[in-house]
């Protein structure tokens, strides 16, 4: 019988086997939350929609970065690449 290690983020319950990957997955949904909640301060805004909004940005904050440091071409790619929709995650949730 083996033994395998899992981590759980505890903002959605999703399970990881690699404690790095766990981290950066819930470094990632901080990040959604706290531009979701921005956007609710800000606008009038349905919270179903923030949020999608906020996790769009949190999955693509790399994308979004080198956009703001002069590509901002790259921003159009960001729903026609596989990478918009892979969180990189490993979750067995």
Known sequence: MS????????????MFTDKKAAEEYDR???????IT???EDRFEINEDL???IGLMFAK???AFAKAF????D?????????EADDTGDEAAA
């Open 3 to 14: 033994i395998t290690p899992m981590w759980r983020v505890d903002r959605d319950g999703s």
């Open 28 to 34: 990632m949904l901080e990040l959604a939350a706290n």
């Open 37 to 39: 909640s921005l956007l």
């Open 50 to 52: 923030a949020e999608e």
């Open 60 to 62: 693509n904050k790399e």
């Open 69 to 72: 440091k002069g590509k901002p």
């Open 74 to 82: 790259l921003i159009l790619e960001i729903g026609n690449s596989s």
